[in-house]
């Protein structure tokens, strides 16, 4: 966490890319895609099945946490996965 412009993105992106590139799997996301991802999951009943996914990359790097309020049941969403 930090201002913009200070290079968090770049950071987790370099991350990424060596994850990549010595054998490790990456998945990139904004957190406001991942809240996205996760309700329309939720409304056809394929949230557990998403979670999963979720699960398979050794490395999910979830960009822009904090930069936009979540209402109660998106946080609930993102960081219980109820």
């Known amino acids: 966490m930090g201002p913009s412009g200070i290079g968090k993105t770049h950071l987790m992106l370099a991350y990424g890319y060596k994850a990549c590139i010595t054998g490790?799997?990456?998945?990139y996301m904004s957190c406001m895609d991942a809240i996205e991802i996760l309700r329309k999951t939720k409304m056809?009943?394929?949230?557990?099945?998403?979670?999963?996914?979720l699960k398979k990359p050794?490395?999910?790097i979830i960009d822009e946490?904090?930069?936009?309020g979540l209402t109660r049941e998106e946080a609930t969403?993102?960081?219980?996965?109820?």
């Open 65 to 68: 946490v904090g930069y936009e």
């Open 58 to 60: 050794h490395l999910l």
């Open 24 to 27: 490790y799997t990456a998945y």
């Open 44 to 53: 056809t009943n394929r949230l557990k099945r998403k979670l999963q996914w």
């Open 77 to 82: 969403l993102f960081f219980q996965g109820k």
